[in-house]
């Protein structure tokens, strides 16, 4: 079982920036597959970045991919989310998500874990 904890989100200026990070307990954290998600109001969560368990893999949807970064501690069992260049387009809560298979996947359904979110406001 692992249990994900969200943090980093608030408001910010277009074109600043806010990392993210994803707690995770449980001693298979480093095993897991991991993701974050975004979900805008009356839209449907979306993928935004994917890290492999060895961090030998990661993918990014095309709208964040040059400004977003994903990477992963093992040793303190945290995930990242590193965001540049913000666009009040990017306005969201945002979610990790973890998943046991260690490979990278975008689909939401594949995530058996999830964090409980955090807010980030772009404003223009």
Do not use: H
Request: charged fraction near 15%.
């Amino acid at each position: 079982q692992v249990q994900l904890v969200d943090s980093g989100g608030g408001l910010v200026q277009a074109g600043g920036s806010l990392r993210l990070s994803c707690a995770a307990s449980g001693r298979t954290f480093s095993s897991y597959g991991m993701g974050w998600f975004r979900q805008a109001p009356g839209k449907e969560r979306e993928f935004v970045a994917g890290i492999s368990w060895s961090a030998g893999s990661t993918v990014y949807a095309d709208s964040v991919k040059g400004r977003f970064t994903i990477s992963r501690d093992n040793a303190k069992n945290t995930v990242y989310l590193q965001m540049n260049s913000l666009k009040p387009e990017d306005t969201a809560v945002y979610y990790c998500a973890g998943r046991a298979a260690g490979a990278v996947v975008r689909g939401p359904a594949w995530y058996e874990y999830w964090g409980q979110g955090t807010q980030v406001t772009v404003s223009s």
